[in-house]
């Protein structure tokens, strides 16, 4: 499932299409190298990354994702990058795709810590990142509500948070599965 099979005259990668195309989109060190026929994407070059580039402009032809896996990474956007990307993430995602996205929740991370149940530090560090460096900074937050309005703006609908707040050890995260259902 989604093999690449060779880079085009113009830098776009070939992937072969007779299986669902899955791309763990940004999957850094979350990656599941072991998992079988997903295509991972990183703006870094690591151990079991098939693409490297940055959002702005993934080499991947238009609509050739079906599934596509975000783990933490809208968070990361450049505020006034944030157009480009979402909008270069609905190009190479087919209508009907289906995505699952995961992010901090802005909301629990503010509740919590004000009810004593949580660190400064934690707080910070789900709503500001780690700030090692530009890749690992949280340059936008969100709540439920925003998330939805974000998505629904970038051509996704069916947008469903019952896997919320996420794994037992993350109960601050936002997981979102929803598809897309328009170009923009």
Known sequence: MGKI????????YVIDKSQPVKLDLGSGLNQMPHEDGWIHQDVSSANGIEIVCEWKKIPLESGIVDICRM????????????DTILKEWNRILKIGAKVHLTTPNFDYSCREYTLGRMTLHEAQQNLYGDRMNQWSIHWGTYTLLTLRETLEKYGFGEIDFSESPGEKNCPWWIVANFIKINNV
Request: net charge negative.
């Open 5 to 12: 099979l060779g880079v085009d005259e113009n830098g776009v």
């Open 71 to 82: 783990g933490d990474i809208i968070e990361h956007i450049f505020p006034d990058d944030k």
